[in-house]
């Protein structure tokens, strides 16, 4: 089979197009006939060498894939109520650069009605997450206030759609007025330029002085402080990534007083039982929102997987808004 493989760690130009040994299903696993894998923003870490694959992973890049299941555990795939021939989309821990991959069963999901294979390739790993840490280890409530730094990112345009689905307020940051004219188009009720105002200012103001019971936040570093400063009592942090950097300083008087939550998860690592009761969980309630066009996949822009490298400096660039998808032939 084609794959994308990482040549050496390095810029987006290390990434080449290869022929690999096709994979083959084990135990509690389908082989997926891949037609489109989404990008995303650990598989730029990956190739600067900065997030290597879990144990036992593909070295390819892709955490998520979407296509027809070619073959697999019959007995897991019945369970799943799943079959030979049917249309997924799939998390994976890695190997989603590539015409064929192997997915767990439970991290297997029917693409939702209405859907081609590049809008459902762009939706494991963004709503896996976004579920995982907005919903379950946050707790946002409908009637809640959501913070999401970074919007338009692929992680921000999920969350905005999901978290006003649910019922709850939504502020978004961007780093332009179009970023932020998209984020409130696609449902924020707020959006802040932070590149001119103060967005800790602004979500209290924008709370009539109360703060955000939620924030989501990609960026961590100095931001954490800010974050700190506009959470409501009660409220919870949620960091998922360290753009901004690892070491953050903020007032551990206000965690206190406030009784604030800071939390935060890694996803790729998690054991496949985990990542199963995501799936089964947004199966019952997210596949639903989407097969009705209340919650829509944001595809900014599709690149054949020979253009690899082409889609990681668009990703690096920080233009796009939404999700970036290779395509298989």
């Known amino acids: 089979m084609q794959a994308v493989e990482i040549s050496a760690f390095g810029a987006p130009e290390v990434l080449r197009l290869c022929e690999r040994p096709m994979p083959v299903a084990g135990a509690g696993e389908a082989l997926i ?7 995303n ?14 144990p036992g992973a593909s070295d390819l890049p892709g955490l998520e894939v979407a296509g027809v299941i070619e073959a697999g555990d019959a007995e897991a795939l019945a369970q799943a109520g799943l079959k030979l021939g049917d249309r997924v989309c799939a998390l994976v821990a890695g190997g989603g650069y590539a015409q064929c991959c192997v997915a767990p069963v ?18 494991p790993e963004t709503f896996f997450t976004v579920w995982s840490n907005v919903f379950d280890r946050a707790r946002l409530q409908a009637g809640e206030t959501l913070l999401i730094q970074g919007g338009t990112s692929g992680i921000g345009v999920t969350a905005i759609q999901l978290a006003k689905a649910l019922g709850a307020t939504v502020i978004a940051t961007a ?6 004219a998209a984020c409130l188009q696609l449902g924020a009720d707020h959006a802040i330029n932070y590149k001119a105002q103060d967005f800790a200012a602004e979500a209290i103001r924008l709370t009539d002085g109360r ?3 939620v924030v989501l936040d990609m960026v961590a570093g100095s931001y954490v402080a800010r974050e700190v400063e506009c959470l409501a009592e009660d409220g919870r942090l949620v960091i998922i990534a360290v ?9 551990a008087g206000l965690v206190l007083r406030r009784r604030l939550v800071i939390t935060g998860s890694t996803l790729r690592p998690r054991p496949v039982a985990f990542k199963t009761a995501i799936a089964q969980r947004l199966r ?7 097969a009705q066009g209340k919650v829509k996949p944001v595809i900014h822009r599709v690149f054949p997987a020979a253009e690899a490298a082409e889609a990681h400096a668009l990703m690096e660039s920080n233009q796009h808004i939404g999700k970036i998808v290779l395509t298989w032939a």
């Open 41 to 54: 923003r650990p598989d730029v870490l990956q190739r600067s060498g900065a997030y290597p694959p879990p």
């Open 211 to 213: 703060g955000v019971n």
């Open 243 to 251: 753009q901004g950097g690892v070491k953050a300083d903020f007032n």
């Open 33 to 39: 006939r891949v037609s489109a894998s989404g990008i």
């Open 106 to 123: 439970g991290q297997c999901l029917p693409v939702p009605e209405g859907l081609d294979d590049v809008a459902a390739a762009s939706l």
């Open 284 to 290: 019952e309630q997210v596949w639903p929102l989407l």
């Open 175 to 180: 780093g332009s007025d179009e970023k932020c």
